[in-house]
């Protein structure tokens, strides 16, 4: 919002057209969900038309509030993990599973960083993740000669998660205070950012 103020100047069209394009942007993501879970085009373009038409989603694309851009940044990071939990690290190559858990991360880190909501569906994300291994170990004791090679896969993807899905998102979350800082002039230190979130935390839980 910021940055299409400072391109077009401080008026409504420029208040909500970030918001607009990110209510855009979210229906080919919810298609590539559903086209992931249900394998059909049909109700795939089904389910993104009925988020197209849905009054809440019209109105809060529209209002220059933050709910945009978290929602389509959650529908990224579970588009990106339903990637990798529809495919077995036992076929797919490393590389290729580890930059969907990069990719999920990101965008869930990015989520977080527009709005606390995105911590709900991180834990969303988690359960997804830790699903997916209970199911590859079960994969691995019915055949453990076939799925040699799960505890070694398992521990470096454990390993990169970490990264992915607690360092990347701190750092997306504290370098998102830096554009705040500039505009009022002031230094940016992780305590700062504390400080800030506190606050934040704090006024959401005295309102009355």
């Not at 969900?33 to 019209?58: C, P």
Request: net charge positive.
């Amino acid at each position: 919002i910021a940055l299409s103020i400072h391109l077009f100047g401080m008026n409504p069209l420029a208040w909500r057209l970030p918001g607009a394009i990110a209510g855009v942007l979210m229906l080919p993501v919810l298609y590539g969900i559903l086209k992931l879970l249900l394998k059909r085009d049909d109700l795939s373009l089904i389910g993104s038309f009925l988020l197209a038409a849905d009054f809440m989603h019209i109105t809060t694309s529209r209002i220059a509030t933050l709910e945009p851009f978290s929602i389509l940044f959650i529908l990224c990071a579970f588009y990106w993990m339903l990637k990798y939990c529809m495919s077995s690290f036992y076929t797919l190559p490393m590389h290729k599973g580890i930059l969907y858990l990069l990719t999920s991360g990101i965008f869930m880190g990015l989520s977080i960083a527009a709005k606390w909501t995105g911590c709900y569906a991180a834990v969303g994300l988690a359960v997804m993740l830790f699903t997916n291994w209970i199911q590859r170990y079960l994969e691995y004791k019915k055949d453990k000669i076939a799925h040699s090679k799960f505890f070694q896969i398992l521990l470096k993807t454990m390993l990169l998660c970490v990264l992915f899905f607690i360092i990347l998102p701190i750092t997306i979350y504290c370098i998102s205070y830096i554009p705040d800082k500039i505009f009022r002039n002031e230094p940016w230190s992780i305590a700062n950012v504390w400080k800030q979130a506190q606050q934040m935390y704090f006024y959401h839980v005295n309102l009355n």
